[in-house]
């Protein structure tokens, strides 16, 4: 089983850009995905993007793409969602989580583990 702590959440203008984090802990193995979701308040969980540690190969939303970044420090066991260019519709708790398997989903039901979540709020 594998611990997920996410932080580098805050209050932003629309435009701005944020670091996210996610620190894993326990069992790691490299056949891990990491992904990253959010969640407004009334809506369902939304997949932001993950990235496969074997391959390093990444996969995002549309509503994301080219704006926000995954990637992954192997020695730190941490991975990092880069968002540049925020708009208030990001507004959200960014949550990490991490799939037993080589192959990403961008399906929340198809990960295993959570961390407890990061707020983001972006005004405009």
């Known amino acids: 089983q594998v611990q997920l702590v996410e932080s580098g959440g805050g209050l932003v203008q629309a435009g701005d850009s944020l670091r996210l984090s996610c620190a894993a802990s326990g069992r790691t193995f490299s056949s891990y995905t990491m992904a990253w979701f959010r969640q407004a308040p009334g809506k369902e969980r939304e997949f932001v993007g993950f990235?496969?540690?074997?391959?390093?190969?990444?996969y995002y939303a549309d509503s994301v793409k080219g704006r926000f970044t995954i990637s992954r420090d192997i020695a730190k066991n941490t991975v990092y969602l880069q968002m540049n260019s925020l708009k208030p519709e990001d507004t959200a708790v960014y949550y990490c989580?991490?799939?037993?398997?080589?192959?990403?989903?961008?399906?929340?039901?198809?990960?295993?583990?959570w961390g407890q979540g990061t707020q983001v709020t972006v005004s405009s």
């Open positions: 990235i496969t540690w074997r391959g390093e190969n990444t």
């Open positions: 989580a991490a799939r037993k398997s080589p192959y990403g989903s961008d399906y929340y039901t198809g990960y295993d583990n």
